[in-house]
C-alpha cells in the first residue's frame, strides 16, 4: 500500500551484474519504499532471479556497476548473511536441500541469530516449538516437516511454503518472493498468499517475481514491472499484469523505458 | 569452489605445546640392545623379553606395506628413539601429587582430568609419554574385580592374565607396525573385567606424545569376561612439532560369551601444519575377538588428526550371534591423508556386523575408506550392513572407497551402500541468506552428515567430538 510518510527502502540505480563474465544485469533501477508491494514479470531468462541473488549477496554473481541502498546504507558493504541480519530475505525459486540438518534445528538457529541481531530474547528449543507451531499453522502447515531435514524431499510446493514460513520467522523488512506461487496447488496458493498478506504492514515491502497474473488477485501490487534483457523497461499498475495476461511481452520495452516509481 | 570455500580449515592448531619435564630418552635406532634395555628398564619378566624378541625377529624380515593410498617419505627406523620416560620424582598415591606441570598441560588441553574424573565419574588413566603417572578411581573399580592399570603395572600384578590374552587377537607378527609395537612397546592400558560385571563407569585414557622424535608405541589389552560390560574411552592431543612423528599403537579386545565391548576414540594427534609439513604418522592395528556365543564388540571412532592415518579398527566374529560393529567419521584438511575403515571377519553362526563410515575431506586432503567384509564358510546366516558416505569441502581434496566383500556362505546376506557429497556454495548461500554464516552453516551440515556416527559416542565425548570437528573445519569455508 502506497502511503504518505512511506520511507524508503531499497534504492536500485543502474545495477549491473554478471555472472562467469556474461553480463545478466544491464542497468537495473527500482525504488521500493516501506508499505509498498512490487510485482516483477517478464520471460524466462530476462534476469529476475538474478536480479533477487544478487541483492541477497550471491558470490557467483559480480556486481559490475551501479548502486543498491538498502534503508540508505550501501547494500554491497555488508555479507550476505550481514544483509539477511538487516531484513533482506530472499525465498527461493528453487529452494536448496540440505540433507541431515533438521528444519526445526535450522529455522531456530535463522530465527534466534536473528533475534540476538535485534536485541531480543533467543528462544530455547521448546519455547520455540510452540513458537513455530502457531506460525505453521497460519500456512497450515503439518508440524512433521520441523522434524525432516530442511527440504529434504519437500515437494515443490511444500518448499514454497516452508520459505514463507521462513519469512514469517523472521519477518523481513523487504522480502523477495522468487516465483513462490509456481509449484503451488489452488489450494496452497490462497494459503500461502493469504500468509504473506498477513505479513505485509506499512513497515516493510514485498518484491513479487511472478509469471502469473492470477498470484496478484490474491496479493495485490501497487506497481508491476518488466524486466526485458536485464533491465525493468516498463513500469505501470496492476492492470498492467492484466494487459501482459493478453497481449503477452513482445510489445513491451519497444519504446524506451521509463524510470521506475519516477 | 570458490573464497567462500576456502578458510574453514587452517585454525591453527590449539594443542600445540611442549610440556617441560625431565625425560630419560633412549639412544636412537633399534636393535635387540635397545630392546632388552627396555625389557629391562621395565624390569619385565623373561616371557614378555621373549614375546618382545621373537616380534623383533618378524619385523626385520617384514616389508613396510605398500597398499595404503596414502604418501610419505621413507620413514628411517634408526633415527627414532624407542623409549622415554619421565623422571619420577616420587611416588604418586592421588592426583595431588602428580606434577604441577602436567596438570597444567590437561589445563590447556581443556580436560581439567581431575574435575573431568570427579565429575563425569570417568576414571581416567593418564598415559604421558609412555609411561602411567597417575590412575584414578583404581579403588573403587578393584572393588567390583575390575583391573584398570597400565600394562606395565598389569604384567608385574597379573602376569598370567596378560600372557594369556597378549598377542592372542593380534599377533606379534601380523603385520609391520604391530610386530613394532609387539617387539618396542613401553606401556598402555590393561583393563580386565571379570564374569557379569558391568563396569560402572566408562573408562577413559589421554594419550599424549611429548618428547620430540620419540616414537609412542602403546599397546592396549581388554578382557571382558562371560557376561561382563565395558564402555572405554580413548582420546589424543599432541604438542605441535615440526618433525614427523611415528604413532604404532596396537589394540586387542576379548570378549567371552554375552560380554560386551564398546571402544570409543576421539583422535586429535597433530597434523602437520596448512602446509602438510610435521604431523604425526598413525599407524595402528585395533582389532577385537567376540570370541564367545552373543558376545558384542563395538568400535567408534572420530579421526580427525594425524598427517596419516593407517588404522582399520577390525571384530573377529568368532562366537555364535557375536555382533561387530564399526562407526567412524575421518575427517582429514590441508595435506592430512587417512586411509582407514574396519574388517569384519564372519565365523561364526549368525553373526552380524554393522559398518558406518563417514569421511569428510577438505583443503588438500585425501581420505580412504578401506573395508573388508568376509563371511566364512562356516557363517550361516550372517549379516552385514556398510554404509559409507563420503563429503567434500571444495574441491582440492579426495575421497576413495576400497570395499572388499568375500562372501563364502549362500545364507549370508550383505549390503553395502555409498554415497558422496559435497557442501555446495548454494547450501551456503541458503543459510547466510537466512543469516547463518558460513562457519556455522558448515558445522551443521557435517554434525547433521556425522549424526548416525555421534549418536553411538558417550554423551560428553559426543560434545567434544562436535566442536572438534567445528574448529578442525573452521577457515576451510567461507
Ligand atoms: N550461474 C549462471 N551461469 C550461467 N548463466 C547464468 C547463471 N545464472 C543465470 N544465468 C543466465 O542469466 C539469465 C537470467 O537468468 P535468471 O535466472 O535471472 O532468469 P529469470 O528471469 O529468473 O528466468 P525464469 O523466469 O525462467 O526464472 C539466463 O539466461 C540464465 O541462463
Ligand atoms: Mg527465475
Redesign the interface.
Known amino acids: 500500500m502506497i502511503h504518505q510518510d512511506s520511507k524508503t527502502i531499497l534504492e536500485v540505480s543502474g545495477l549491473r551484474a554478471a555472472v562467469e563474465g556474461v553480463e545478466i544485469l544491464e542497468g537495473v533501477d527500482l525504488i521500493v519504499k516501506s508499505g509498498e508491494v512490487h510485482a516483477i514479470m517478464g520471460t524466462n531468462g530476462s534476469g529476475k532471479s538474478t536480479f533477487a541473488k544478487v541483492l ?5 554473481y559480480q556486481v559490475t556497476g551501479g548502486s543498491v541502498l538498502f534503508e540508505g546504507q550501501n547494500l554491497f558493504d555488508l ?3 550481514e544483509r ?2 538487516a531484513g533482506v ?2 525465498a ?1 525459486q528453487y ?2 536441500e ?5 528444519n526445526s ?2 529455522l531456530r ?2 530465527y534466534n ?2 533475534q540476538s ?1 535485534r536485541g531480543k530474547d533467543e528462544l530455547d528449543p521448546l519455547e520455540f516449538e510452540d513458537f513455530v507451531r502457531e506460525k505453521m499453522k497460519l500456512l497450515e502447515m503439518n508440524p512433521n516437516f520441523l522434524d525432516r ?2 527440504n529434504e524431499g519437500f515437494s515443490g510446493g511444500e518448499k514454497k511454503r516452508n520459505e514463507i514460513l ?1 519469512m514469517a520467522l ?1 519477518e523481513p523488512r523487504l522480502a523477495i518472493l522468487d516465483e513462490t506461487d509456481s509449484g503451488l496447488d489452488i489450494d496452497a496458493l490462497r494459503i500461502v498468499t493469504n500468509g504473506v498478506n498477513k505479513l505485509a504492514n506499512k513497515d516493510n515491502a514485498i518484491i513479487l517475481v511472478t509469471h502469473y497474473q492470477r498470484m496478484l488477485n490474491y496479493i495485490e501490487p501497487d506497481y508491476v514491472h518488466v524486466m526485458r534483457g536485464g533491465r525493468i523497461v516498463k513500469t505501470g499498475g496492476k492492470e498492467l499484469a492484466l494487459d501482459l495476461e493478453t497481449r503477452g511481452y513482445d510489445w513491451v520495452g519497444v519504446e524506451r523505458r521509463v524510470p521506475a516509481s519516477a | 569452489m ?3 570455500l576456502q578458510n574453514l580449515v587452517n585454525q591453527p592448531y590449539k594443542h600445540g605445546f611442549v610440556t617441560e619435564i625431565e625425560s630419560d630418552v633412549a639412544p636412537k635406532g633399534l636393535n635387540e640392545d635397545i630392546i632388552r634395555l627396555i625389557s629391562t628398564k621395565k624390569n619385565e619378566p623373561a616371557w614378555l623379553l621373549d614375546f618382545r624378541l621373537k616380534a623383533y625377529q618378524q619385523w626385520l624380515k617384514m616389508e613396510e606395506p605398500k597398499w595404503p593410498n596414502v604418501k610419505y617419505p621413507q620413514i628411517d627406523f634408526q633415527a627414532i628413539s624407542y623409549y622415554a620416560a619421565p623422571k619420577p620424582k616420587k611416588k604418586l598415591n592421588s592426583m595431588d601429587e602428580v606434577d604441577p606441570e602436567l596438570l597444567r598441560t590437561f589445563e590447556k588441553l581443556g580436560v581439567p582430568m581431575h574435575e573431568r574424573a570427579a565429575l563425569a565419574g570417568v576414571a581416567v588413566d593418564v598415559i604421558f609419554d609412555s609411561v602411567s603417572v597417575a590412575t584414578t578411581y583404581k579403588q573403587k573399580l578393584a572393588e567390583v574385580g575390575i583391573i584398570f592399570c597400565s600394562i606395565s603395572e598389569a604384567v608385574h600384578a597379573h602376569p598370567e592374565l596378560v600372557k594369556q590374552y597378549l598377542g592372542t587377537v593380534v599377533p606379534v607378527g601380523d603385520n609391520y607396525y604391530a610386530a613394532l609395537n609387539s617387539a618396542v612397546f613401553t606401556d598402555g592400558t590393561f583393563c580386565f573385567i571379570p564374569k557379569g560385571v558391568k563396569c560402572p563407569m566408562d573408562l577413559s585414557t589421554y594419550f599424549r606424545i611429548n618428547t620430540e622424535e620419540s616414537g609412542q608405541f602403546e599397546r592396549t589389552l581388554i578382557v571382558a569376561e562371560e557376561g561382563s560390560s565395558v564402555s572405554y574411552l580413548e582420546g589424543c592431543t599432541a604438542p605441535r612439532f615440526d618433525t614427523n612423528q611415528l604413532h604404532a599403537a596396537v589394540v586387542e579386545l576379548i570378549a567371552l560369551d554375552n560380554a560386551d565391548i564398546k571402544y570409543s576414540t576421539v583422535q586429535n594427534w597433530y597434523a602437520g601444519d596448512e602446509k602438510g609439513v610435521g604431523g604425526i604418522y598413525n599407524f595402528v592395528t585395533k582389532r577385537g575377538l567376540a570370541k564367545g556365543a552373543n558376545s558384542r564388540i563395538s568400535w567408534t571412532q572420530v579421526e580427525t588428526g594425524s598427517a596419516i592415518t593407517w588404522k582399520y579398527p577390525s571384530c573377529i566374529l568368532q562366537g555364535e550371534n557375536s555382533v561387530g560393529e564399526f562407526y567412524s567419521v575421518a575427517v582429514t584438511n590441508n595435506y592430512q591423508q587417512a586411509d582407514t575403515g574396519t574388517k569384519m571377519i564372519h565365523i561364526g553362526k549368525n553373526t552380524r556386523s554393522t559398518i558406518v563410515s563417514k569421511g569428510i575431506s577438505a583443503g588438500h586432503s585425501n581420505n580412504s575408506y578401506r573395508g573388508l567384509v568376509r563371511i566364512a564358510p562356516t557363517a550361516s546366516g550372517a549379516r552385514n550392513y556398510s554404509q559409507c558416505d563420503s563429503m567434500l569441502i571444495g574441491d582440492q581434496c579426495g575421497a576413495h572407497t576400497f570395499p572388499y566383500i568375500q562372501v563364502r556362505n549362500q545364507n549370508a546376506k550383505v549390503e553395502h551402500e555409498a554415497s558422496t ?1 559435497k557442501i ?4 551456503l ?10 562457519e ?1 552453516a558448515v558445522s ?2 557435517i ?3 556425522c ?1 548416525d556416527v555421534f549418536q553411538q559416542l558417550p554423551m560428553e565425548f559426543a560434545v567434544e567430538a562436535t566442536k572438534l570437528l567445528g574448529f578442525k573445519l573452521e577457515g576451510s569455508v567461507g
Open positions: 541477497a549477496g550471491h558470490s557467483a555479507e550476505p548473511e539477511a541480519r530475505f530472499l527461493f529452494p536448496i540440505i540433507p541431515g540438518v533438521s534445528h535450522f538457529l535463522a541469530t536473528l541481531q531435514g530442511v521462513q523472521l | 570458490s573464497a567462500v557429497s555446495g556454495e548454494d547450501q548461500f541458503y543459510f547466510a541468506q537466512r543469516g547463518i554464516g558460513n556455522e551443521m551440515i554434525n547433521g552428515f549424526k
